[in-house]
């Protein structure tokens, strides 16, 4: 990813994008482009999360659950897995059925 596409999809997200704010999350939870920051992934897709992102939800229930980027929650992680797997999101469905 350039440094452009970096900005062009900030910008989406701060404008509100729930999409770009997920990529967001993630491009800093995996290190894409930019230093790992869990606490940058975990602000980015909490606001994806809010916005009704099921990967955000995804992505954000493990991190609380690792404690990674926020303080361990495991009710907040249990909720937001909940919430993706309603969504039809894949891997939180396989997650709560293991």
Known sequence: MTEEDR?????????GDAK????????YYNGHGVTINYSKAADWLTKAA?????????ILA???GKGQGVLKDFSK??????KAAA???EEAQRFLNS
Do not use: P, T
């Open 62 to 64: 493990v991190m609380y």
């Open 20 to 27: 770009a704010q997920a990529l967001m999350g993630i491009m």
């Open 50 to 58: 809010d916005n009704g992102d099921a990967q955000a939800q995804y």
């Open 7 to 15: 900005l062009y999809l900030q910008k989406n997200a701060e404008m």
């Open 77 to 82: 992680a249990d909720e937001l897995m909940h």
């Open 87 to 89: 969504q039809g999101f």
